[in-house]
């Protein structure tokens, strides 16, 4: 089954109540209770985890390098426009992984333009609130099948049968 690794940064446990006119009303749960249930139909099961904490997220990357996650899905939050750490851990694991933000983070504040966590991830969707996670989703379940495809493809012209 592939599995799938969605990680929240700092204030995101706030989503509903957290400035809603910029980030929405839906909660965390609601967010993790969709994708999962989106990733259901692609035969996908999601591992869940958000912290306040830098280190804690470093540490939870670094995880996927053998626990056999496939794919991650990732809102660094406010650590996307700082966290060096973060983005090495990114670039290390060789695990595909797709940024997602709530907001349209480009037309907003000049710092939040900053961002030295996108460059190591396959690609970033940002600015369709919540919605935002089905579509990180979608793309990073493409991503991952095509990969799959590649592979198979590779493997027949070899003569080997995956
Ligand atoms: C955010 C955008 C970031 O700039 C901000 O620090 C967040 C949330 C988003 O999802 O829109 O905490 O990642």
Same mark, same amino acid.
């Given at each position: ?22 980030? &929405?009303?839906?909660? @965390?749960?609601?967010?993790?209770? %969709?994708?999962?249930?989106?990733? #259901?139909?692609? &035969? %996908?099961?999601?591992?869940?985890? $958000? ?7 470093? *540490?939870?990357? &670094?995880?996927?390098?053998? *626990?056999?996650?496939? &794919? ?8 996307? =426009?700082?966290?060096?750490?973060? +983005? *090495?851990? @990114?670039? #290390?694991? =060789? ?5 997602? =933000? ?10 939040? $333009? ?11 969707? %940002? ?9 990180? @989703?979608?793309?990073?379940? *493409? =991503? ?12 027949? +012209? ?5």
């Amino acid at each position: 089954m592939t599995k799938i690794l969605l990680l929240n940064g700092p204030n995101l446990q706030l989503l509903g109540r957290r400035e809603p006119e910029i980030y &929405g009303r839906v909660t @965390l749960d609601e967010i993790v209770a %969709a994708v999962t249930k989106e990733a #259901a139909v692609y &035969g %996908a099961e999601v591992e869940a985890f $958000q912290s306040n904490w830098e280190g804690a997220l470093v *540490d939870r990357i &670094g995880g996927a390098m053998t *626990d056999g996650t496939d &794919g991650i899905i990732i809102n660094p939050a406010a650590l996307t =426009h700082a966290s060096v750490a973060v +983005r *090495d851990a @990114l670039a #290390a694991v =060789h695990v595909p992984a797709v940024e997602v =933000h709530l907001s349209h983070v480009d037309a907003r504040e000049p710092f939040r $333009q900053v961002r030295l966590t996108t460059p190591v991830c396959i690609g970033v969707i %940002a600015g369709f609130g919540a919605y935002s996670y089905i579509l990180a @989703l979608q793309a990073l379940m *493409d =991503h991952l099948k095509m990969g799959k495809k590649q592979q198979r493809g590779n493997a027949a +012209r070899k003569g080997v049968k995956i």
